[in-house]
């Protein structure tokens, strides 16, 4: 997403923006209005100055000369934050974006030019077929003109800082980790440039373009030494991770220990700092999402669902809700199709992704899910499933004398089994891959506590792995290294060959953790095996820790996530099928009994189907998001559930319906 913001700015003031010589200008007027406004604040003070020492503090003038000093430094902060953009260009560093300031307001204001001429022409075109009621202008037409470009503006505008604190929320879990890189390779070496450049190897964005820049900014001569662009590093992060600053701090400091003793106590007391302080940043957010979930199950799930059931009520209170304008002369107004599109197809399903975007977006990282390929073709897959999605629906239609009495939902099936056949095919592999390997990930530090006890007893690195393979017999971390003790075994290879080399088992496996802590197993034994048992043994506590944390995010609200699974998949898409069924019943025995026209059954339908399928994609979002942190492959595989799931029970659900009402 950040991608294709950065394109499209740069796209948008290619076009239509400054140009160089233009913005230069502009920054020099900044600059000399910066200037303008400081010499105004020296003026000021030394008027105040001499008003003290001629009149003191109690005189008139003097209080007046206060006020304007103070208004002309708020002035100069005006004029400073728009010479410098101190704020913008951090978060552009943090980002990764090579964005100005003057492009990003540029592309605001075009996107919310654009998006109000799209409402114009769209509601123009619409007035032309069906002119509007002053009913609907004041109701529908001017909050929209007034609230959508707005909200586009301020998203637009302010989605660089958006992001930055999405990614911030997702380090937290993440310095963990980071920490960990750098006390595994301080125990192998106590080497500051070699730690950062470990942690740099293996740890996720944006820490790890944080740390290159470190050594990128030694290499270039921009800082003095290593440990001072480290310090400027632990800064900058520290001021909204100050856990991560103090842990960085302890790492800098371990290297002026002088005894093995102080390095490792001064290591294991900057890993302590994070974890506490992540667990408690966890905690904090795990208590803190119980109101917005809730908020999100009601107005996002419940809400609709009572407002789509009650439709059919407010047929038998006599109320047309059919008509397109208001009724001339009442005061109840109408209530038409398109109302009904816009409340249950955009506004709510709209609404609840956008919150349940934010609450995920305070959603601390925790433990990294491994990064495994689709493996698939994505293009020849698409193409089999719009041909699947196509051929569905023309057998479907020729069948459709079979089908009618659950008409026109035979029409949706076909693109609703294209997208889920498209969803489950490419990720059916790479889920199944992706599930071993994080069983192997929660099994590794059971496996490295039983490694380590046994290297510190004595046994050879080959022997201990052979041994706690063994004890781990029938799991898939325990079958993984019984494999590379029985290589180890039979090319007679050096552990660090059998692990990491051309034939090397660990070169195939894609988890940074487990590839990290055995290079650092391999070199920790080759200097002291007794040492090193006990460090794989503090590793293994540690990874432990990261588990739990994660175990305990996903626990605090299990519950939430659950309920809101199962009334996605099972209770909305069967009150909603009874609630369609209804609805044809009423249809005919008002048709026989009154002059009331109601909105034609097939269309009701099809407004429940599709709230139905947009809900699924929000909730599958922020479920799988508040499990996985929006795990691409898992959200895709289980909306390919979900959305299957949800139109063969509604289907059932207006069949049985219908013909139990007949």
């Not at 007391?269 to 795990?286: H, L, M, P």
């Not at 993984?480 to 496996?509: C, H, Q, T, V, W």
Request: proline share 3%; with cysteine.
């Amino acid at each position: 997403m950040s991608r294709i913001y950065e394109y499209a700015c740069k796209k948008v003031n290619a076009k239509f923006g400054l140009d160089r010589d233009e913005l230069l200008d502009r920054r020099e007027k900044h600059k000399q209005d910066y200037l303008e406004k400081a010499r105004g604040v020296r003026k000021a003070e030394m008027k105040l100055r001499e008003l003290l020492a001629a009149e003191g503090k109690g005189s008139r003038d003097y209080k007046t000369q206060e006020k304007k000093v103070e208004k002309a430094r708020k002035a100069l902060e005006m004029a400073e934050k728009r010479y410098t953009r101190m704020d913008f260009k951090k978060t552009m560093a943090f980002t990764g974006m090579d964005l100005e300031y003057e492009e990003v307001i540029l592309f605001s204001v075009f996107n919310t030019v654009l998006t109000f001429m799209i409402i114009f022409a769209g509601v123009f075109t619409w007035n032309l077929y069906h002119p509007l009621s002053l009913f609907e202008i004041l109701t529908y037409i001017i909050p929209i003109f007034l609230i959508i470009p707005v909200s586009v503006l301020i998203f637009s505008a302010n989605y660089p800082e958006i992001y930055s604190e999405r990614m911030k929320a997702s380090t937290i879990g993440k310095a963990p980790e980071c920490i960990n890189y750098m006390t595994m390779s301080m125990r192998v070496r106590p080497s500051l440039y070699r730690a950062i450049s470990f942690s740099a190897e293996n740890t996720e964005e944006p820490m790890a373009s944080g740390l290159k820049k470190v050594l990128w900014n030694v290499h270039m001569n921009e800082s003095s030494s290593l440990e001072e662009a480290f310090l400027e590093f632990a800064l900058d992060w520290g001021e909204w991770n100050e856990e991560l600053k103090r842990s960085l701090y302890a790492v800098r400091s371990s290297i002026l220990e002088k005894t093995s003793q102080g390095l490792h106590s001064a290591l294991e007391r900057a890993n302590q700092i994070i974890i506490e302080g992540t667990e408690r940043k966890i905690k904090d957010y795990a208590n803190s999402l119980s109101t917005p979930t809730t908020i999100l199950f009601a107005i996002g799930i419940l809400l609709p669902l009572l407002i789509g059931a009650m439709l059919p009520m407010i047929a038998l209170g006599g109320l047309d809700i059919s008509s397109l304008e208001a009724s001339q002369g009442s005061t109840q107004g109408g209530l038409s199709i398109i109302h009904v599109v816009l409340l249950m197809n955009v506004v709510s399903p709209l609404g609840a992704f956008m919150y349940s975007y934010k609450i995920l977006g305070d959603r601390p990282g925790t433990i990294s899910q491994p990064d495994v390929d689709e493996q698939v073709d994505n293009k020849n897959t698409a193409v089999i499933s719009l041909i699947i999605a196509i051929a569905s629906t023309f057998l479907f239609y020729t069948l459709s004398p079979l089908f009618s009495v659950i008409s026109p939902l035979h029409y949706l099936w076909g693109p609703v089994f294209g997208i889920s056949f498209y969803c489950l095919t490419t990720t059916l592999k790479a889920k199944r891959k992706r599930d071993r390997i994080v069983k192997m990930e929660r099994q590794f530090p059971d496996f490295l506590f039983q490694l380590g006890s046994r290297i510190a007893e004595g046994s050879s690195p080959e022997q201990a792995i052979h041994m706690s393979a063994d004890s781990m017999k029938g799991t898939e971390i325990g079958n993984l290294f019984a494999d590379i003790s029985f290589r180890l075994k039979l090319d007679r290879l050096p552990l660090d060959e059998a692990l990491f080399g051309n034939r090397g088992r660990l070169k195939y496996i894609p988890s940074r953790t487990i590839k990290a802590t055995m290079r650092t197993v391999v070199e920790l034994t080759s200097k002291d095996p007794k040492q090193a048992g006990k460090t794989i043994t503090n590793i293994s506590q540690f990874l432990k820790d990261m588990e739990e944390m994660d175990h305990e995010i996903k626990s605090e609200l299990s519950s939430s996530v659950e309920m809101m699974k199962a009334t996605s998949a099972v209770f909305a898409p069967l009150v909603m099928g009874i609630v369609g069924a209804l609805y044809f019943m009423l249809e005919s025995i008002f048709t026989d009994i009154s002059n009331v026209e109601l909105i034609a059954p097939e269309s009701f339908i099809v407004v429940l189907a599709i709230y139905l399928i947009s809900m699924s994609f929000v909730i599958t979002y922020f479920t799988t998001g508040i499990e996985n942190q929006v795990d691409k492959i898992e959200f895709k595989h289980q909306l390919g559930i979900m959305l299957f799931v949800n139109i063969v029970i509604f289907s059932l659900a207006v069949f049985v319906g219908k013909v139990g009402m007949v």
